[in-house]
Nanobody, 121 residues
Framework: HVQLVESGGGSVQAGGSLRLSCAVS????????LAWFRQAPGKDREGVAA???????NYANSVKGRFAISLDNAKRMMYLQMNSLKPDDTAMYYC????????????????WGQGTQVTVS
């Protein structure tokens, strides 16, 4: 049984930084993708960043150069370092996982965390 637990959200001023963490328990499989999604009030859930078994990463255009996704396999943790935050980054951020390669559609992800709120003012 896969469980994902996010932490690290909070309130920050524009231009500031936050690091989100996602603790992964259970076995996703031999090949997997871990991703961050976000959802602002009244908006669809959107992909932010993803990383796969090979370490390949991809980012939404809106966060390229500001956000960085990383893994600590020994600790079974995934991180999202967010720098130069903007008010438009305000959203609930979710950690997600799926077996196989990464996908852009949130409906393709089988496992989800409860979310952590990020507010940028």
């Amino acid at each position: 049984h896969v469980q994902l637990v996010e932490s690290g959200g909070g309130s920050v001023q524009a231009g500031g930084s936050l690091r989100l963490s996602c603790a992964v328990s259970g076995s996703i499989g031999d090949r997997w993708c871990l991703a961050w999604f976000r959802q602002a009030p009244g908006k669809d859930r959107e992909g932010v960043a993803a990383i796969d078994t090979d370490g390949t990463t991809n980012y939404a255009n809106s966060v390229k150069g500001r956000f960085a996704i990383s893994l600590d396999n020994a600790k079974r943790m995934m991180y999202l370092q967010m720098n130069s935050l903007k008010p438009d980054d305000t959203a609930m951020y979710y950690c997600a996982a799926r077996r196989g390669s990464c996908a852009s559609d949130s409906r393709d992800y089988n496992f989800w965390g409860q979310g952590t709120q990020v507010t940028v003012s």
